[in-house]
Each structure stands twice: as C-alpha cells, then as structure tokens.
C-alpha cells in the first residue's frame, strides 16, 4: 500500500521558513517523481515544486521560484521542500504527490498516489 506523509507545515510570519517533508513507502522511491502542490480556500489546486525520479531534473513554479526549494533523497524515501521568504499568500493545504516515472512534472496527470496535505499558515 502507497502512503505519503507529509510534515513540516505550521504556522510563521512573513519573511519566515519552513522545510516540509514527504516520506513515502510502498514504492521503489527511486523510480518515482515527486511534487508538491497546493490548495488555498476558495481556489483551486496548483503546482508549486517537483524532481524527477532521476532527480536530474527539478521545477518549481514562477510564483515561488527563487524562494522555494525541491530537493530527494532517495536513501530516506524522502521529499522535501524549502520554503524561504514566505508570504501570505503562501497559505494553503500543501499536498505531497507520486508518479512511477512521470516525466510532465507540472501536471496533475503525472501523479498516481497523493498524500493527506500539511496546512501552511503564513502571517502578515
């Protein structure tokens, strides 16, 4: 059975950092991609950050780039994701996601198995 549990998400200020985590077990971890998304209240679900199961190749989105962060490690079944420089408007449930050699990292089509979310709480 595939899980992912995500950890990390809280409440902080603006300007402030926060390092979500994303274990996951069930798979060959190293034949998968792996994303994050998320959903704010009243929105629908967006892309924010994902590696390729190679982990040759990363992307984030443009409303986080420079500030977040994607990085793997593939001894731990471990995602994680760096989160600099928050804003407000990074609010939202942040979801962890998989796909067995998912190439279209941006897309929800490339993940088969989601996590439960980890709320993410930025103050002004």
């Known amino acids: 059975q595939v899980q992912l549990a995500e950890s990390g998400g809280g409440l902080v200020q603006a300007g402030g950092s926060l390092r979500l985590s994303c274990a996951a077990s069930g798979i060959t971890f190293r034949r998968y991609t792996m994303g994050w998304f998320r959903q704010a209240p009243g929105k629908e679900r967006e892309f924010v950050a994902a590696?390729?199961?190679?982990?040759?190749?990363?992307q984030v989105s443009e409303s986080v780039k420079g500030r977040f962060t994607i990085s793997r490690d593939n001894a731990k079944n471990t995602v994680y994701l760096q989160m600099n420089s928050l804003k407000p408007e990074d609010t939202a449930v942040y979801y962890c996601a998989t796909g067995l050699y998912g190439d279209a990292l941006s897309q929800g089509r490339t993940y088969n198995y989601w996590g439960q979310g980890t709320q993410v709480t930025v103050s002004s």
């Open positions: 590696v390729s199961w190679s982990g040759g190749n990363t």
